[in-house]
């Protein structure tokens, strides 16, 4: 004799989410398209609650009743100081010093081979730990033997993240996570919580906005080694492609491009090839 099933648990349905304004597909559909025309994002479906939550305090801030009234104001301005708040609420800023620390160890070793004018270009600055990171690798460098005159240019679309790494001012969280000694050799304590970059790490730095996908860029190459970071896994590959063949010219024939863990080229071999972990040369042109 069979023992008897027991009876199904059904799951009481859950009620819709409630917000606090009307957000339609048709809202999450235009500012999909906008942000991909303005900063190359693509955004995918699954990321209409995380839009939501970036763009509601804007809502509020402005006293405006719906996500249909924010964007008809964002599109009536043609740019402006809204049109700033926008992408910079949209842009991911997730950034700490020596990130993926397998590339400083190769950066050092291509210092150490330039002449004396190096020249580095940060593509996704953000709030400034990844320039300072390349800043004290230089000078690490430098002490054994490499004399040479860096400068590095920082950029990034957020404009808010762009003024903290000028100011160079960081928690004692994020500094207490330098290798020893790092901390009393490049920052100096401000207080307790605080410290800031020492004169000579940020006379090294110039933070600029820019926009990858606008049509020119307000940098100047050639560069020894271009960062850009966990930026093409927002990008199409039609983007990508783009990006990557203005990178191209603005490297020296022997110079590096940096990329994230998760990002890959294969597309285009033509322009790149892989030289190690995440790190990419010149494919040179006959």
Known sequence: MKTPLPPAIVLPKLPPIQREFVFTDDDFDRIRRFIHQRAGIALNPSKKDMVYGRLVRRIRALQLPSFTAYLERLFSERGGEELEHFVNALTTNLTYFFREEHHFPILADHLRSRSSE????????????????????????????????????????????????????YGAEAINKLAPGMASRYFDRLDDLRWRAKPALRQMIRFQQLNLVDTQWSVRGPFDAIFCRNVMIYFDRDTQLAVLRRFAPLLKPDGLLFVGHSENFYHATDLFRLRGKTVYERVSKA
């Open 118 to 169: 190096v020249s580095i270009w940060c593509c996704a600055a953000s709030t400034g730990e990844e320039p300072y990171s390349l800043a004290m690798t230089a000078l690490e460098a430098a002490s054994n033997g490499a004399r040479q005159n860096v400068s590095i240019v920082a950029t990034d679309l957020d404009t808010n993240v762009l003024r903290v790494g000028a100011e160079g001012i």
